[in-house]
């Protein structure tokens, strides 16, 4: 079974660009999650969809906002980019809604905001 | 209160000793201990979790250990390999519909 697969690898933006990540879950998982991590902060968790509906929300600045469509196949956005948005974003699916449900990673897009 | 605290930051161990990480949690009502692995370049992978049911799972040559009363779960890796280097999280939850409370992360490093 393939894994979670991020696009693009690495992306480097300029402040006030916007910036649209895609994620690919693995086959038959329907909950795609979204987390930000740096190396100060760790992972923090930016939202949650299932069923194409977002079920879970971070504590992100509106800028942050994603989607996922019928095929499971997920999107995020960050529009007006600032330096600090300079992260490794990384998506997760899991086979159902909830944080018991194992989590599967896939490696992450690297976005520099220069 | 939702925070999960890890420590150390950072842990040296040298081939074949014991790496053990520390997480504590406020909220009794965390049900769920996941810990996740993850190597420099990849996401985090699920390495073993519990519930407070019981207090040990073993797994391989890594182990939870979960102490109710102090609100304390730890991972501990025997016999470190070079290969188990990586950083590890902690993480809790305490509802199906909730996604999980992240620990800040150790850099653990086997040295050979």
């Known amino acids: 079974k393939a894994g979670v697969t991020q696009t693009p690898r690495y992306l480097i933006k300029t402040r006030g660009q916007q910036v649209t990540l895609s994620c690919s879950p693995i086959?038959?998982?329907?909950?795609v999650s979204w987390y930000q991590q740096t190396p100060g902060q760790g992972l923090q968790f930016l939202f949650e969809?299932?069923?194409?509906?977002?079920?879970n929300k971070g504590n992100f600045p509106g800028r942050f906002s994603g989607r996922q469509f019928s095929n499971s196949r997920s999107e995020m956005n960050v529009s007006t980019l600032e330096l600090g948005d300079s992260a490794l974003y990384l998506c997760?699916?899991?086979?159902?809604?909830?944080?018991?449900?194992?989590?599967?990673f896939g490696n992450g897009t690297r976005l520099t905001v220069t | 209160q939702q925070q999960v605290k890890q420590s150390p930051q950072s842990l040296i161990v040298q081939k074949g000793g014991i790496s053990i990480i520390n997480c504590a949690y406020e909220?009794?009502?965390?049900?769920?201990f996941p810990w996740y692995q993850q190597f420099p370049g990849k996401g985090p992978a699920l390495l073993i979790a519990?519930?407070?049911d019981v207090s040990e799972k073993k797994e391989g040559r890594f182990t939870i250990s979960f102490n109710k009363s102090a609100k304390q779960f730890s991972l501990h890796i025997m016999d470190s390999q070079p290969g188990d280097s990586a950083t590890y999280f902690c993480?809790?939850?305490?509802?199906?519909?909730?996604?999980?409370?992240w620990g800040a992360g150790t850099k653990l490093i086997i040295k050979p």
């Open positions: 969809y299932f069923s194409e509906t977002q079920r």
């Open positions: 086959s038959g998982h329907r909950s």
């Open positions: 519990i519930r407070p």
């Open positions: 997760a699916s899991s086979p159902s809604l909830g944080a018991n449900s194992p989590l599967h």
């Open positions: 993480a809790a939850s305490f509802d199906s519909n909730y996604q999980l409370i």
């Open positions: 909220n009794t009502a965390f049900d769920y």
